[in-house]
Structure formats: structure tokens, C-alpha cells
């Protein structure tokens, strides 16, 4: 199951690279329409990259027994396939029962790590959920409610937000994560060296998420595109 999941994730990170691709194309050459359908295609690629991304992590070697491995991939939603991994990996480390409430069992230090990669879970990964499962709906340009009888103001205004910055940024940050909880399941002593320095990346990639600017990004794009034209046509004048 593990090489199949593999085999899974390197066609989507393939996919992804393709639409990338074909995206900062349209974005240098300031196709609006087709930057606002491709940036759609990329937010739902990564999305279903996280998926396959926990259950290779589910399946590795040496990682959760059977009977854990059954719990994950039967939590239901792909939130809850990260937290029970998460919460199944510090339990095992720390050699506490999950049935209980471990987290009050945790020493001050892991108590904390957990808590911070559970909220990164809850901020990070819950809402690139949400816009997935509205945009494999077919609520490209307006989402709705739940009953689908009234716009969702919010959910709209989100969609609309997505650009190729934030969905980047977002694969790095749940790459970090997924790096984190391997550690913890292969070896406490490895997520304990190696926590502050993970860590830092993803706090750093967070604040990237929130500082850079897609129209600055945008506006290097179009000038590099232009001068790659003007370029051409001296070549070709000379």
C-alpha cells in the first residue's frame, strides 16, 4: 500500500507541476479569466495532495500498526485523518492511552508541541478543506451554504482569494507538518532534536503566507515577461 501511495502523490505533484506551469504562464500574460480557472484547479490539486500526503505517511514502514492504521484512514474526514495521526503518534511516543485524556497526561514541552501542530492543522489544513470540497461541487464563482440555499459570503470571498502564492506556501507548510509527525512516530528522541529547527520553517513559512504579496508577485511576472519580448524583438531587429 505504501508504494501505491507513492505512486499516487508523485502523479499529483506532477499534475501540480503541470498546472504551475501553464499558470504562471497566464499570469505573465495577465489572462485573468484563465488565471482565475487554473488557480481553482491548482487550490483542489493541493488539496487532494494533503490527502494522499497522510496516507503515504499512514502506511510507511514501521509507522502505525494495523489496527491504528484502520483508525486513520477510517476518521472520516481528511481533518481527522491528520489529527488521529497526529494524536496516535504522541500517544505512541509518549506511551499514553489515546482513549484517555492525554493531552492532560503530556509533559509541559509536548504538551505544547502537540497543541501548536494541532491548531496548524486546525488553521492551515480546515479551511484548504472547506474551498476543495466547494470547488469539487462545482462553486467556482459563488459558494453556498451547506443547504445550499444561500450564497456563503465568506466561503466566497475566500475562493476568490486563492492565488498561486498562498497555495505554494500552503504545500510547504503541510510538508513541515507531515515531516513533524513522522518524527514523532520513527523516534521521540529525533522529534525532540529536531522540533525547534522544523518548527522555525514552518513558522517561517507562515509569516511568508501572510506577508507576500501576490500582486507584487503578479507585477515581477508581467515585467519579466515583457522584457523577455522587448528582448526578442531586438534580437530579431539586429
Not at 3 to 18: M, P
Not at 40 to 60: A, F, G, M, N, Q
Not at 157 to 169: H, S, T
Request: proline share 2%; glycine share 2%.
Amino acid at each position: 500500500m505504501y508504494s501505491k501511495h507513492c505512486d499516487n502523490l508523485r502523479e499529483i505533484e506532477g499534475a501540480i507541476k503541470l498546472v504551475e506551469s501553464d499558470l504562471r504562464r497566464y499570469i505573465s500574460t495577465e489572462q485573468e479569466s484563465k488565471v482565475y480557472k487554473y488557480t481553482k484547479i491548482l487550490s483542489y490539486l493541493v488539496t487532494c495532495w494533503s490527502e494522499v500526503r497522510i496516507l503515504k505517511l499512514t502506511y510507511e514502514d514501521n509507522a502505525f500498526t494495523q489496527s491504528e492504521i484502520g483508525i486513520i484512514i477510517n476518521s472520516g474526514t481528511l481533518a481527522f485523518k491528520w489529527k488521529n495521526a497526529l494524536k496516535i503518534a504522541v500517544c505512541k511516543a509518549y506511551n499514553i492511552n489515546p482513549t484517555v485524556d492525554f493531552v492532560s497526561q503530556l509533559p509541559f514541552t509536548p504538551k505544547n508541541r502537540y497543541l501548536e501542530i494541532h491548531h496548524l492543522i486546525e488553521s492551515d489544513l480546515l479551511p484548504s478543506i472547506e474551498l476543495r470540497n466547494r470547488i469539487a461541487h462545482g462553486q467556482w464563482k459563488y459558494a453556498f451554504t451547506t443547504d445550499l440555499k444561500n450564497a456563503n459570503t465568506q466561503l466566497t470571498g475566500q475562493l476568490r482569494q486563492e492565488n498561486i502564492v498562498k497555495l505554494q506556501l500552503k504545500r510547504k507548510l503541510l510538508t513541515g507538518l507531515s515531516f513533524l509527525i513522522h518524527d514523532l512516530i520513527i523516534s521521540e528522541a529525533t522529534f525532540d532534536r529536531d522540533f525547534d529547527k522544523n518548527y522555525k520553517l514552518i513558522e517561517e513559512n507562515k509569516r511568508n503566507l501572510h506577508k507576500r504579496d501576490y500582486t507584487s508577485y503578479k507585477t515581477k511576472m508581467v515585467e519579466k515577461y515583457q522584457r523577455g519580448k522587448l528582448k526578442k524583438k531586438e534580437n530579431l531587429q539586429a
